[in-house]
């Protein structure tokens, strides 16, 4: 079946100490990859995406996630957080050659930023 | 508009009642998405519509629920008979193609007392 997994429910960093948020997906072909991020009452945000080529993705808010076919891996990477990162992330699939925008979402991990 | 709009924020309703819902896209986005997030099931997909082609309806959780968009631009998700497991944050994306990303708007938090 067809899976989307973030190992991490809550993650706690100090402000100013790097990040990394697991993501494995489970499908038969590579498929679209997302990494969203929601702060309380708000909708999703597009961090970044991977579609194809250099597996090393930059977004914004200085974040970037690395893809790895192996591993059947996408995880978030921030060098330094900051205090006003802290929100829920969750990353997202979309199988190539389904439906447009039919996404399929991991639980998501929330993550707390001491100062 | 700058972003996807939706209506209203939040909404209190008494079991087996309608509601409706509204979505405003970006505009000149042709694909609009609703998805529906709760505590037990997380983010799930509930319908799309593409331009003038059919909506793909396969996520909707029941034929309590229905959506239309007029003119290419605004929806409605209608829930019937709202029942408690109704409760949750529906949510409306809009979209100009994969490339570009989808857009999320606010949500629209539904409690079913």
């Known amino acids: 079946a067809q899976s989307v997994t973030q190992p991490d429910i809550h993650i706690t960093v100090s402000e100013g100490a790097s990040l990394e948020l697991r993501c494995n997906y489970s499908y038969g072909a590579t498929p679209y990859l997302f990494w969203y991020v929601q702060s309380p009452g708000q909708g999703l945000q597009l961090l970044l995406k991977?579609?194809?080529?250099?597996?090393l993705v930059q977004g914004i808010k200085g974040f970037e996630a690395e893809f790895k076919r192996s591993q059947s891996s996408f995880n978030l990477r921030k060098p330094s957080v900051h205090w006003s990162d802290a929100a829920e992330y969750f990353c997202a699939v979309e199988a190539r050659g389904s439906t447009l925008g039919r996404l399929y979402f991991g639980r998501g991990t929330q993550l707390t930023v001491w100062p | 508009g700058a972003g996807v709009s939706q209506s209203p924020s939040n909404k209190v309703t008494e079991k087996g009642k309608d509601v409706e819902l509204r979505c405003d896209p970006i505009s000149g986005h042709t694909a609009l998405y609703w998805y529906r997030q709760s505590l037990g099931q997380g983010l799930e997909f509930l319908i799309y519509f593409q331009g003038n082609s059919a909506p793909d309806k396969s996520g909707l959780p029941s034929d309590r629920f229905s959506a239309e968009r007029t003119g290419g631009s605004v929806s409605t998700l209608t829930i019937q008979r709202t029942q408690q497991e109704d409760s949750a944050v529906y949510l409306c994306?809009?979209?100009?193609?994969?490339?570009?990303?989808?857009?999320f708007g606010s949500g629209t938090r539904l409690t079913v007392v």
């Open positions: 991977y579609f194809s080529g250099d597996t």
């Open positions: 994306a809009s979209s100009r193609g994969r490339v570009e990303g989808y857009t």
